[in-house]
């Protein structure tokens, strides 16, 4: 995952597990949008085509922009810094923002018997960046392998960001 190129300069991505559900769901709102579309200009009955034509138009919007933003859900990390991709934007940090890389598990809002396990940065401001496209959902009080294995490959890139600008 971590690729070295000349001893110097390490990046790498890691994709959210949950991006085939968001694209699912996004394609799901596009097809009913544009079908709307089509039945409200089909089946003219008055004045409601226009209202059928704009609440379509704005459901295939709001596939769209799933379908634009679920492609890129994920992590990307270059030697100047990280990038948290999510639904709702891209935030950049340089690599001496970030202290640490840490796993959160925590109960779920409305299931207590499921616990929400997060990645998230901890920067030098004292904020904390969740990144949710990572996250993944447990039964168990700890933390299952995939989500530790994934914060150790941030970890990595990390320490060789550190030992890059020392």
């Known amino acids: 995952m971590l690729r070295q190129k000349h001893g110097l300069d390490a990046s790498g991505r890691l994709s959210s597990r949950w991006r085939w559900v968001v694209l699912l769901l996004a394609f799901t709102f596009l097809l009913i949008g544009l079908g709307n579309v089509v039945g ?6 008055g004045g409601s085509a226009v209202f059928g034509v704009l609440v379509g ?16 859900l994920g992590v990307r990390w270059s030697p100047d810094g990280i990038e948290v991709r999510k639904l709702d934007g891209t935030t950049r940090h340089a690599w001496v923002d970030v202290e640490a890389v840490d796993v959160r598990v925590r109960r779920h809002d409305l299931l207590h018997v499921v616990r ?8 030098a401001s004292g904020d904390e ?8 959902y447990t039964f168990g009080a700890d933390a299952p392998r995939r989500v530790e294995a994934t914060a150790a490959t941030l970890r990595e890139a990390l320490r060789g960001a550190s030992d890059h600008v020392e």
């Open 57 to 72: 138009l704005f459901v295939a919007a709001l596939g769209l922009f799933g379908l634009w933003r679920g492609a890129f």
């Open 116 to 123: 929400h396990v997060d990645v998230v940065l901890v920067l």
């Open 40 to 45: 409200s200009v089909v089946l003219d009955r």
């Open 129 to 136: 960046d969740w990144i949710a496209g990572l996250a993944t």
